[in-house]
C-alpha cells in the first residue's frame, strides 16, 4: 500500500484524520514542505514492527559475521559454558 503524500498545511489543520489513516489503515503518511518530502508519519504499531523487524535483521547480520569470521563452536560446547556460568551466578547469590 503507497503512502499518502499531503502538505504541511494539512498536519496542522488535519492532523485528527491524518492520525486515523495512519492507524487504521497502517499506511504511513509523507509530509511535504515545499513539494519536498519532509518528514513521514505513522502509528505506532507500525513504528513498533518496524523497529522489531530492525533489530532481528542487525542480529541476523550478526550471527552471519560470527559465522563467515569462524566464531562459532558446537552447540553442546556453548550449552557447557552457559551452564558454567549459570552454576557460578547461582553460587555467587548463596554466598
Known amino acids: 500500500m503507497a503512502p ?20 487504521s489503515e497502517r ?3 509523507i509530509i511535504t514542505v515545499n ?3 519532509d518528514t513521514v508519519l505513522m502509528g505506532i504499531e ?19 559475521r560470527d559465522v563467515e569470521e569462524g566464531r562459532i563452536a558446537p552447540m553442546s560446547q556453548t550449552l557447557d559454558a ?9 553460587d555467587e547469590r548463596v554466598a
Not at 507500525?46 to 552471519?64: F, P
Not at 552457559?82 to 547461582?90: N, P, V
Open 4 to 23: 499518502d503524500i499531503r502538505p504541511s498545511s494539512d498536519l496542522r489543520n488535519h492532523y485528527a484524520e491524518i492520525s486515523r489513516t495512519c492507524r
Open 27 to 29: 499506511r504511513p503518511t
Open 35 to 37: 513539494g519536498r518530502g
Open 46 to 64: 507500525e513504528y513498533n514492527a518496524l523497529m522489531a523487524e530492525r533489530e532481528l535483521l542487525a542480529s541476523l547480520a550478526a550471527a552471519e
Open 82 to 90: 552457559l551452564r558454567a556460568e549459570l552454576a557460578g551466578s547461582d
